[in-house]
């Protein structure tokens, strides 16, 4: 029973659903602003092609190659940053839309990224975990487990408590200082800069975390698929990213996750439907926006069903 | 080799400045990007490309086609994604991220219907003229011809017709206008329906000059398109013209004197430094907002 779920079709999909979300949590910082960036494929690249090259032509090892990737997010994203944010509303997502362009051109172009073949053979997380646990002795598997199974779970695990230490250290971002210029910066920047807050040292702030975690999402996306290519990043995946945070509402952090469990595991469960994929979300966002411009989760629907089943269990 | 490049550039950028003045109308009118235009824009060059190939239809009769599928799509964009968010306060983002929706929905049905490889016009304009140095092909006089002239009869037709007026009242203050008698509702649908058609003839002289039509070329040219309106300055008229000229010469110029594999980059590269030293467009002043 456990042998049959631990296949590995479920546990790469286990994996996406975890890349994904957080790439929501990085879509999530800098809408907190009320900033709309729609750079965040080029951030995941830069830090995807980074941590890709420097293991493969350095030797970095990965636990280090994949944080230095999100670095380099950041170090672009201070550059771009500080002109950018002056921008705002419109002006702001076309710009960075257009960064991410201009990145894939770069990458598309450059020598050492090798063009549109893209880089392939990256040191994969599977193996490399599944030689440490061989090392310690699981190289046969365990408790009916292949030792296949069980780095991939084992990945898988390293993910979720990626994605854990995000989300805690996201609300814990929530309810302090910063989180609260956040949140008044995206009520009202005027107002907020009235009252005494450096709005721009907040945005560039929000849009250099979104950076990180993107980066640090495509690094782990990239030893977790052993091939990158400027095709993984382009505008499809920037509206992918996007759509997370529409669909799930972006005022919660739960709720780009909700999006991205439920749009990733959405074409895998009507395989059918898996060709209409794009024409879904297409679908999906029109009639978010018609109907539900909040997303599935925002505020109200939590204060909603706080009172609702709060007053059931006094009854 | 200038002036070739020149002549070259000029017609690329004549198309670039009609996608853009599809989206400068809509700017100017309601305030909001249609993300979705470069897929109109995709639409129309197949129609048309289908017209020529299948009805084996005079290109014009074509563009005619094309025109009206573009104008049909626009209709049902405005009914579909920006009449349900007129009536509700939402964010400004909300419509941004409902013509997204339009445009990767319409890009999917491309991919169906018409399949990913590319297609090619059947050359029927492989004539060339020589005027001293330069070698102008029929197709680029035909280019050349038909966008001027439709950017022409636009700008007279706003400025001068009643209707045009409307459209500019409603550009500049919609409650007013709707105040003053005009039926703002009528003239979005039409500001709509209108940038959509230009889109769409621009998408089958596009398909013209490249001699290429495939799904994705809406992306690509409607982000080409985007860069212009920064370019230009957002609902700017003669910057949307202005805009798409310099940036099909920018483009041309860096392919011939540069590096042709970066000339995607170029658009943006450009709107980035142009955002950053000024952020209004070539042309925009700060308030600036109608179909001026």
Redesign the interface.
């Known amino acids: 029973m456990l042998n049959s779920l631990l296949n590995p079709y479920y546990l790469q999909i286990g994996m996406f659903v975890l890349i994904n979300a957080i790439l929501g949590i990085s879509i999530y910082l800098t809408l907190a602003t009320g900033q709309l960036s729609l750079g965040n494929a080029g951030f995941m690249s830069i830090g995807a092609y980074s941590s890709a090259l420097l293991t493969i032509k350095l030797g970095l090892p990965v636990y280090l190659a994949i944080p230095t990737g999100g670095m380099a997010s950041v170090l672009i994203a201070l550059i771009i940053g500080f002109p950018a944010l002056r921008l705002n509303g419109l002006y702001l997502a076309i710009a960075t839309l257009g960064f991410g362009e201009v990145v894939r051109v770069i990458f598309l172009n450059l020598k050492i990224t090798n063009g549109a073949l893209g880089i392939s053979g990256i040191p994969s997380l599977n193996v490399l975990t599944g030689n440490v646990l061989s090392a310690l002795g699981l190289g046969d598997g365990f408790g009916g487990l292949s030792l296949q199974q069980i780095s991939n779970c084992a990945v898988l695990l390293i993910l979720f408590v990626i994605l854990v230490l995000l989300l805690f250290f996201t609300r814990r971002l929530g309810f302090s200082r910063v989180g609260r210029a956040f949140a008044a910066i995206k009520a009202d920047e005027t107002a907020a800069q009235a009252m005494g807050i450096n709005t721009t040292y907040f945005k560039i702030l929000a849009f250099i975390l979104g950076a990180f975690i993107a980066g640090v999402a495509g690094g782990l996306s990239a030893h977790l698929t052993f091939y990158i290519g400027p095709k993984d990043f382009d505008y499809h995946r920037t509206v992918e990213i996007f759509i997370f945070a529409v669909f799930g509402g972006s005022n919660l952090v739960w709720g780009p996750i909700l999006g991205a469990l439920l749009l990733t595991l959405l074409p895998e469960f009507l395989r059918a439907a898996s060709d209409y994929r794009m024409m879904i979300y297409g679908a999906i966002l029109v009639a978010m926006m018609a109907f539900r411009p909040l997303g599935l989760i925002s505020e109200e629907t939590v204060r909603f069903w706080r009172t609702k089943l709060g007053r059931r269990s006094s009854k | 080799m200038f002036w070739q490049q020149l002549v070259n550039g000029l017609t690329l950028g004549s198309t670039y400045s009609l996608i853009a003045l599809g989206y400068t109308l809509i700017m100017g009118v309601l305030n909001?990007?249609n993300m979705a235009h470069g897929e109109i824009f995709m639409f129309g060059a197949f129609v048309g490309l289908l017209l020529v190939t299948h009805l084996k239809v005079n290109i014009f009769v074509a563009m005619l086609g094309a025109a009206l599928t573009g104008a049909i799509l626009g209709i049902i964009l405005e009914r579909?994604?920006l009449r349900?968010?007129r009536r509700?306060a939402?964010?400004?983002?909300?419509?941004?991220?409902?013509t997204?929706?339009?445009?990767?929905?319409?890009?999917?049905?491309a991919?169906?219907l018409f399949g990913p490889q590319s297609r090619d016009f059947p050359s029927s304009f492989t004539a060339a003229f020589e005027f001293g140095p330069m070698r102008i092909s029929l197709v680029q006089i035909f280019i050349l011809a038909v966008s001027f002239s439709l950017m022409l009869v636009l700008r007279f037709w706003l400025a001068k017709t009643k209707i045009g007026k409307a459209l500019r009242a409603t550009a500049e203050n919609i409650e007013t206008a709707n105040l003053l008698g005009v039926n703002t509702n009528k003239i979005i649908v039409l500001t709509v329906s209108l940038a959509s058609a230009l889109g769409s003839v621009a998408g089958v002289l596009v398909g013209l000059s490249f001699n290429a039509v495939e799904p994705t070329m809406g992306?690509t040219m409607g982000?080409k398109g985007?860069?212009v309106?920064?370019l230009g300055g957002?609902g700017n008229i003669t910057g949307a013209m202005l805009g798409g000229l310099i940036l099909g010469i920018a483009e041309v110029f860096s392919v011939a004197y540069g590096?042709s594999?970066?000339r995607?980059?170029v658009?943006?590269?450009m709107?980035?430094v142009i955002?950053?030293i000024r952020?209004q467009g070539l042309f925009g002043s700060r308030d600036q907002q109608g179909g001026k």
């Open positions: 909001i990007v579909v994604a349900p968010l509700k939402v964010s400004h983002l909300a419509p941004l991220i409902s997204i929706g339009v445009s990767i929905f319409l890009e999917s049905v991919l169906k992306i982000l985007l860069a309106l920064i957002m590096n594999s970066y995607d980059a658009a943006f590269g709107i980035i955002l950053f952020p």
